[in-house]
């Protein structure tokens, strides 16, 4: 399989990136190398280090990157681990980090990782394959209530209660094993009229899911903190978020900072990506860029 995810907010991202045309820079979910591979050609005198927890995506990026050579350093990591894994003469002197959250293209395309709704597959969900908790193990070990309390907090699915319920009779009699039999327990558990509205049933549970599954948003905060202590004044923080659960966490960490004079927030509003660029890549159409500068 090519590995091919279209960069998101590419040129924006680039740009507030780069401050220091010298500097060390680090991609935290390098995917397909599409922001770094703009970054190493632009930029010569640039060095990277490339982070994403997924062996395949670093597979794939090591080889689109690899006529820059030694110039990147790989990092087979979750981004909340960053501190441990960067050099510590080199905490405080990152140029800038940057963040384009959730999956690739790759990731959700493959069907056999589970991540979509529009085949039937295995239910797993991991970004990382070494993680033990998949959506498997969610769906059929976890309490109806956990269930629920997921499926509303990180779907903001207002059938939650009711989906859990139809989860947890249907497991009685056997496990659920495929995103194929969830597709058809929750269509059976949304009431026909509300199932006219808001896209397909499915797409907020399996949103909940992912990111049950990957611990999405206590890693990202997790990844913030750490980026803010590795970054050298004046470098960047950019963030790339695709809903409002992350943006929301941006938005409030960014705030955060600014009142503790850890620097300032540079886009006092985030940027979104252009109507032709929506056009081009539908799946670039709810993004939003902010980005903090260290003092
Ligand atoms: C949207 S893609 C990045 C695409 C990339 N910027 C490009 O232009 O090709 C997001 C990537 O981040 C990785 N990722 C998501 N959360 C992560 C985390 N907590 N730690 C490390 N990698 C993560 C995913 O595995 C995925 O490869």
Do not use: C
Not at 102 to 118: A, E, H, K, L, N
Not at 133 to 161: D, V, Y
Request: aromatic share 8%; proline share 5%; glycine share 6%.
């Amino acid at each position: 399989m090519t590995y091919s995810h279209v960069s998101v907010l590419s040129k924006e991202a680039l740009e507030y990136w780069v401050h220091d045309e010298e500097g060390i820079y680090i991609d935290a979910t390098v995917g397909g190398g599409g922001h770094s591979v703009q970054l190493l050609s632009q930029f010569p005198h640039v060095r990277l280090i490339a982070v994403d927890q997924d062996p395949v995506a670093i597979q794939a990026a090591q080889e689109r990157l690899k006529s820059f050579g030694d110039r990147v350093t790989w990092v087979r990591a979750n981004f909340r681990d960053l501190t441990e894994k960067i050099e510590p003469p080199l905490h405080t002197h990152i140029a800038g980090i940057l963040f384009d959250l959730g999956v690739s293209s790759p990731q959700f395309d493959d069907p056999s990782r589970g991540f979509t709704y529009q085949a039937d597959a295995a239910l797993d969900m991991r970004m990382d394959p070494s993680n033990p908790i998949t959506a498997f193990r969610l769906i059929n070990m976890r309490s109806k209530e956990e269930i629920a309390r997921a499926l509303h907090e990180w779907g903001e699915e207002r059938w939650a209660k009711r989906i859990a319920d139809f989860i947890v009779k249907a497991r009685e009699k056997e496990p659920i094993r495929t995103t194929g039999q969830l597709v058809e327990l929750i269509k059976a558990a949304i009431p026909a009229s509300a199932r006219r509205t808001g896209g397909h049933p499915a797409r907020r549970t399996f949103q909940a899911l992912r990111i049950w599954v990957n611990d999405e948003l206590a890693a990202l905060n997790q990844g913030l903190e750490t980026a803010q202590r590795l970054v050298a004044p004046k470098g960047r923080v950019v963030v790339i978020s695709f809903h409002s659960l992350e943006d929301r966490i941006v938005k409030h960490v960014f705030r955060q900072w600014e009142q503790e004079h850890k620097g300032h927030i540079v886009t006092k509003h985030p940027l979104t990506p252009s109507k032709e660029e929506v056009l081009d890549n539908p799946r670039s159409r709810s993004a939003k860029l902010r980005v903090f500068e260290q003092s």
